[in-house]
């Protein structure tokens, strides 16, 4: 088990890679930068996990009972997510730019320097 | 450097990383197990302060500073898309006519679009009760706002989501979030009793100044790409 969890998240941000790496089109490469970060977060989660444990949110009417899997992992996933979706938000507005000024997206053809 | 030379450096640099990782993993605690000293710190903190949300508790409490940071990129990336995504002097914005829409389409949009504003503000509210929280909250506001164009098309979003304002909400709600860290704000008010509306001291409030800030940069940021997408009409073409 512990190498499924950890190794789902090494290889998520493997094949993120190397989706970027091989890719054809900006705005591919922007989805694989998201499943690379994907890993990221399957990483801390599976880090907190505690078999057996339910989730650190104590909702009115279920009792406050101890153990909960790690809510600190968590908390910085969440700002893993934030951060991810604002980069890609910013890789897009630049997708759409370079495709307006070199019509195209491709970064293979993206080699001249303009301007 | 040739697709081929490239594919061969990432795959000696993917090889070396593998293993590292594979490496740090095996001196990793086991998978699952019960000893995570960070957690019973911060659940116990979380309860002292009432919050029954640890996840919320740690975001607005204990990170706090990290969640104005992270507020502060959130700011970054909308003024970075709005400067990015400006129209270009040879690009002027057009009149787009009503386009037909899918009735169906429309009526599942009119009906879902209270139930959505309803549940983001739901999400914003009981933030530090239930799971979920002011950063969910916005975007479901915001994706809320624009089934406005699935049901009526770009004319009626545009025509009811004044953007000016949610500029101004932005970035008022985010200079709150600021001036509550920068003049030190502690988590001062009364806590209150766990697992009520009322409680938490200042989790609830940041929570909703948050969501706010949330929404209204989603809405700005959305809409300079609905721009692009539908309402520039380039002069070249």
Known sequence: ?115 | MSRRSRTVVFAAGAAVLAAFFALAVAGLPPFGNTDHPYRDLAVAASLRQSTANVVSSLTFDLRGFDTLGEEMILLGSVVGAVALLRPRPDEKEQNRSRTETNQSVALIAYVFLPLTLLLGFDLLVHGHLTPGGGFQGGVVLATGLHLLYLSGGYDALRRLRPLAWYEWVEGFTTAAFAAAGLIGVRNFLPRGVVQQLFSAGTVPILNILVGFAVGAGAVVLLAQFLTQAIALEDKDD
């Open chain 1, 1 to 115: 088990m512990q190498i499924i969890a950890y190794g789902v998240a090494g290889w998520l941000i493997l094949a993120g890679a190397y989706g970027m790496v091989r890719s054809r089109n900006l705005i591919h490469a922007t989805v694989c930068l998201s499943v690379c970060q994907s890993g990221t977060y399957v990483l801390l989660l599976a880090i907190g996990y505690q078999w057996n444990a339910p989730a650190p949110v104590f909702s009115p009417g279920s009792p406050v009972k101890l153990p909960v899997a790690d809510p600190v992992v968590q908390s910085l996933t969440f700002t893993d997510i934030v951060v991810s979706a604002t980069v890609t938000a910013l890789l897009l507005a630049l997708a759409i730019q370079i495709d307006k000024t070199h019509h195209t997206l491709d970064p293979d053809d993206l080699q001249s320097l303009k301007g």
